[in-house]
């Protein structure tokens, strides 16, 4: 077992106003899940993946496993940026068809991953990119109830993201990450330490267990209600969770300050 660690910032909704650019599809075209990229990567099998319409590159989907879970439809997607630049302030919108074309649902959620860093002209401004290259995922659950799993024929994804001139200004480190199995299911332990210069508030972690292949099978979260400056630490512990997968992916996060505090 081996965790795959990638970090994120949360900021504040004044800091941003620029211009967004969408995602886009290396492919082009719609493919059936389970066709494209071998393996394991789209549960269940069968429903038609439309891309973007944007020939330019962006947060490409990869993989995702869609469930009815304990209340209702459950989406968790896994992301891959393939610009050439970080994408910041990254979300997915999400529609959902059925067979015959009829829209069935739509929902929205922010992006989990990327790594922090600062924006270029607003020095006290901070940003969640996701790295040219990197994974990021998402968990989309809020769907209307009378929606179900057997009625999605195809599914077509956007990708917003803000296009900025940033640097980068250092990680949230994890140490001594584990998985434990007890008899209420797995647990997940570790410290958070802060490697940034600038204090943060709210530390989170959030945990997709994933298959072999990389594709999400769940998500859990655990949230700080500390503030950390420079170089402090904080020991996270999850609840259990009932979802096995063959690894697992963390994502550690923080609220930024606003300038005024």
Do not use: K
């Amino acid at each position: 077992m081996s965790a795959h660690v990638r970090s994120l910032l949360s900021i504040p909704c004044w800091a941003l106003s620029i211009a967004i650019v969408g995602c886009g599809d290396a492919q082009g075209g719609g493919h059936t899940s389970g066709g494209v990229g071998g393996g394991d990567l789209f549960s269940p099998e069968g429903i038609e993946l439309h891309p973007p319409p944007i020939e330019m590159p962006g947060l490409t989907m990869f993989a995702y496993t869609m469930l009815e879970g304990p209340e209702g439809l459950e989406l968790y997607v896994a992301l891959r940026n393939d610009a050439e630049t970080p994408a910041c302030g990254p979300s997915i919108s999400v529609d959902l068809y059925d067979d015959a074309e009829q829209s069935l649902a739509s929902s929205v959620i922010g992006v989990i991953g990327g790594s922090p860093y600062q924006v270029v002209d607003l020095p006290d401004t901070y940003s969640a990119c996701v790295p040219p290259g990197q994974i990021a995922m998402a968990a989309l659950t809020d769907w209307p109830d009378d929606v179900s799993l057997d009625a999605v024929g195809h599914l077509a994804y956007r990708c917003p993201y803000f296009e900025i001139a940033v640097t980068p200004v250092g990680e949230f480190l994890l140490s001594d990450v584990a998985r434990e199995s007890t008899a209420a299911g797995d647990v997940y332990r570790g410290t958070f330490t802060n490697q940034l210069a600038i204090t943060v508030d709210a530390p989170q972690v959030v945990i997709f267990p994933v298959a072999e292949s990389g594709r999400p099978l769940g998500m859990l979260s655990v949230q700080g209600t500390v503030t950390l400056t420079p170089a402090d630490s904080w020991v996270f512990e999850s609840a259990p969770t009932d979802v096995t997968g063959d690894d697992f992916e963390i994502f550690p996060s923080a609220a930024t300050q606003s300038p005024a505090e």
